[in-house]
């Protein structure tokens, strides 16, 4: 993966070169992607209605945080992307983990959502997991098998639809977030942690987690 970085940071534009510098050199810090690379797309969506709780669970003004050295996977990965006239979007970042708490008594014990007192808890609590998908130039939509917190057999990792559009948008996704260093997750297309994840966490905590994450490129 550093391979990679290194090769974007010499072969890519200036802008991406810039934002990566830009970021701070311990990877545990915290920064605002929105800030620091802002070609990417923002939409929080648990700042919204449109979501599993149809309200919004976070405060006005919440900014899509990450650590420093997530932040540096995800402008890899738009960098590939741009290669294709795509662009990332981000639908999830950090969450507190009372929007955590919330969401799991919305839907406790299932497949899809982590009890907050739990193992290593939600990743996203951490700031080393992101909910994305695909955009084109103008900042529409691409295909993709399902919306975001669609809890359904469509949403897996591994796509089981007809459809070849939404098969290549999402083959393109995970291909270029496992370039990035990503892993993604079984039960949602669109969850991506990164590898090194247990870096960020207590060791006690590693041990206990309950995620399930599955490299992208499998």
């Known amino acids: ?37 802002p070609a990417i797309r923002i939409e ?20 899509p945080l990450v650590r420093a050295g997530v932040a540096r996977r995800l402008i890899t990965a738009q960098a590939i992307l741009r290669r294709y006239n795509r662009s990332l ?47 084109d130039d103008w900042g529409r939509p691409l295909s993709m098998p399902t919306d975001f917190d669609d809890f359904t057999p469509a949403a897996m990792l591994h796509y089981k639809g007809t459809d ?8 393109l996704l995970q291909r270029t977030m496992a370039h990035a260093g990503f892993y993604g997750l079984r039960t949602e297309w669109w969850h991506f942690t990164t590898s090194d994840w247990k870096r960020y966490v207590p060791e006690r905590l590693a041990k206990l987690s309950n995620a399930v994450v599955l490299p992208t490129n499998q």
């Open 44 to 63: 929080l969506r648990y700042a919204t209605s449109e979501n599993i709780a149809h309200r919004a669970l976070y405060p006005r003004g919440m900014q």
């Open 89 to 135: 979007k981000i639908w999830d970042a950090y969450r507190p983990r009372d929007a955590q708490a919330q969401l799991w008594r919305l839907a406790p014990k299932n497949d899809y959502i982590v009890n907050p007192q739990g193992g290593s808890g939600s990743l996203h609590s951490w700031g080393i997991a992101v909910d994305a998908t695909l955009v």
């Open 164 to 171: 070849p559009i939404v098969r290549t948008h999402l083959y």
């Open 1 to 37: 993966m550093a391979r990679i970085v290194f090769a974007i940071f010499l072969l890519g534009p200036p802008a991406i070169r810039a934002q990566i510098l830009a970021l701070p050199s311990d990877d545990f810090a915290w920064v605002n992607l929105r800030a620091i690379a």
